[in-house]
Protein backbone atom coordinates (compact mmCIF):
# COMPACT_ATOMS: atom_id res chain seq x y z
CA UNK A 1 0.00 0.00 0.00
CA UNK A 2 1.09 3.71 -1.19
CA UNK A 3 1.67 5.78 1.72
CA UNK A 4 3.34 9.59 1.90
CA UNK A 5 3.49 11.29 5.43
CA UNK A 6 4.47 14.78 5.73
CA UNK A 7 5.65 16.76 8.64
CA UNK A 8 7.38 19.63 9.54
CA UNK A 9 4.80 22.13 9.42
CA UNK A 10 4.53 24.86 11.87
CA UNK A 11 4.09 28.64 12.53
CA UNK A 12 6.39 31.13 11.36
CA UNK A 13 7.36 34.52 11.32
CA UNK A 14 8.37 36.34 7.56
CA UNK A 15 11.36 35.87 6.64
CA UNK A 16 11.78 32.46 8.96
CA UNK A 17 12.67 29.51 7.45
CA UNK A 18 10.88 25.54 7.70
CA UNK A 19 11.97 21.78 6.58
CA UNK A 20 9.55 19.64 5.73
CA UNK A 21 9.81 15.51 5.00
CA UNK A 22 7.70 13.45 3.23
CA UNK A 23 8.30 9.87 3.95
CA UNK A 24 7.56 7.56 1.18
CA UNK A 25 6.43 3.46 1.48
CA UNK A 26 4.99 1.09 -0.84
CA UNK A 27 6.63 1.83 -3.90
CA UNK A 28 10.10 1.43 -5.50
CA UNK A 29 10.75 5.15 -4.37
CA UNK A 30 13.86 5.45 -5.67
CA UNK A 31 11.75 5.44 -9.38
CA UNK A 32 9.00 7.85 -8.29
CA UNK A 33 8.89 11.63 -9.37
CA UNK A 34 8.09 13.60 -5.96
CA UNK A 35 6.08 16.73 -6.21
CA UNK A 36 4.94 19.04 -3.15
CA UNK A 37 1.76 20.93 -3.14
CA UNK A 38 0.23 23.63 -1.26
CA UNK A 39 -3.62 24.91 -1.37
CA UNK A 40 -4.25 28.08 0.98
CA UNK A 41 -7.36 28.47 2.03
CA UNK A 42 -10.34 29.60 -0.41
CA UNK A 43 -7.68 28.40 -2.96
CA UNK A 44 -7.16 25.45 -5.65
CA UNK A 45 -4.38 23.23 -4.65
CA UNK A 46 -1.09 24.57 -6.56
CA UNK A 47 2.05 22.49 -7.77
CA UNK A 48 4.70 23.90 -5.84
CA UNK A 49 7.70 21.73 -6.67
CA UNK A 50 8.89 18.61 -8.06
CA UNK A 51 11.90 15.96 -8.44
CA UNK A 52 12.49 13.33 -11.00
CA UNK A 53 13.86 10.00 -9.47
CA UNK A 54 17.38 10.61 -10.26
CA UNK A 55 17.07 14.07 -9.41
CA UNK A 56 18.28 15.17 -12.83
CA UNK A 57 14.51 17.32 -13.57
CA UNK A 58 13.79 19.69 -10.91
CA UNK A 59 10.60 22.69 -11.30
CA UNK A 60 9.59 25.29 -9.04
CA UNK A 61 6.37 27.33 -9.64
CA UNK A 62 7.53 31.21 -9.65
CA UNK A 63 6.41 32.04 -6.76
CA UNK A 64 8.76 30.47 -4.44
CA UNK A 65 12.03 29.86 -6.81
CA UNK A 66 15.11 30.97 -5.25
CA UNK A 67 13.29 30.52 -1.92
CA UNK A 68 12.56 26.65 -1.88
CA UNK A 69 14.68 23.86 -2.33
CA UNK A 70 13.16 20.66 -2.98
CA UNK A 71 15.74 17.39 -2.41
CA UNK A 72 15.54 13.48 -1.72
CA UNK A 73 16.63 10.58 0.22
CA UNK A 74 16.47 7.74 -1.53
CA UNK A 75 17.93 5.35 0.70
CA UNK A 76 15.77 6.60 3.69
CA UNK A 77 12.75 6.93 1.03
CA UNK A 78 12.39 10.80 1.73
CA UNK A 79 11.54 14.22 -0.18
CA UNK A 80 12.58 16.85 1.63
CA UNK A 81 11.08 20.77 0.99
CA UNK A 82 13.55 23.69 2.49
CA UNK A 83 11.53 26.78 2.56
CA UNK A 84 13.23 29.84 3.31
CA UNK A 85 12.21 34.00 3.45
CA UNK A 86 8.85 32.33 4.28
CA UNK A 87 6.06 35.50 2.99
CA UNK A 88 2.42 35.65 4.45
CA UNK A 89 1.51 34.26 1.00
CA UNK A 90 3.02 30.96 1.60
CA UNK A 91 0.73 29.96 4.10
CA UNK A 92 -1.09 26.81 3.10
CA UNK A 93 -1.28 23.15 4.10
CA UNK A 94 1.23 21.10 1.96
CA UNK A 95 1.14 17.77 0.40
CA UNK A 96 3.74 15.46 -1.28
CA UNK A 97 2.22 13.58 -3.75
CA UNK A 98 3.66 10.69 -5.88
CA UNK A 99 1.78 9.46 -9.12
CA UNK A 100 2.22 5.61 -9.12
CA UNK A 101 1.19 3.23 -11.72
CA UNK A 102 -1.10 5.85 -12.96
CA UNK A 103 -2.87 6.08 -9.50
CA UNK A 104 -1.71 9.67 -7.69
CA UNK A 105 -1.33 9.27 -3.80
CA UNK A 106 -1.20 12.30 -1.03
CA UNK A 107 -0.51 12.72 2.58
CA UNK A 108 -2.61 14.39 4.64
CA UNK A 109 -1.01 17.19 4.32
CA UNK A 110 0.99 19.29 6.78
CA UNK A 111 0.11 23.20 8.14
CA UNK A 112 2.46 26.32 7.51
CA UNK A 113 1.84 29.41 9.05
CA UNK A 114 3.81 32.26 7.98
CA UNK A 115 2.45 35.51 10.61
CA UNK A 116 4.58 38.07 12.91
Known amino acids: QVQVVESGGGLVQPGGSLRLSCVAS????????MRWYRQAPGKERELVTF????????GYADSVKGRFTISRDNANNTVYLQMNSLKPEDTAVYYCNVVWRLRPYWGQGTQVTVSS
Open 26 to 33: GFTFSSGV
Open 51 to 58: MSSTGGSI
